[in-house]
């Protein structure tokens, strides 16, 4: 399940070469979920890198997740 949701925003994410010639990667519909790289590669591995932290913190603090539905109570037993 949560692989998949990251397949998914991953798939919807957008980069833009900087004049210095680093790329910016941000998936839009996750406020503050964005990264930045040397090369294009670098810059979506620390994307998803920023994703996965982003979507911990979210079910750590039982925030809403958009576009994912999940039961928080069974979560917070098994990662507390």
């Known amino acids: 399940m949560l692989t998949q949701y990251i397949l ?5 994410a957008r980069y833009k070469l900087l004049e210095d010639g680093t790329y910016f990667g ?3 519909r996750l406020q503050g979920v ?7 590669e670098s810059c979506r591995e620390e994307l ?4 996965e932290s982003w979507l911990l913190l979210k079910l750590r603090s ?3 997740i958009p576009g994912l ?3 928080l109570r069974r979560l ?5």
């Open 8 to 12: 998914k925003q991953l798939g919807s």
């Open 26 to 28: 941000e998936i839009p």
């Open 34 to 40: 964005w990264a930045s790289g040397s090369s294009l």
């Open 48 to 51: 998803r890198e920023v994703l």
């Open 62 to 64: 039982k925030d809403p």
């Open 69 to 71: 539905k999940v039961q």
């Open 76 to 80: 917070s037993h098994q990662y507390a």
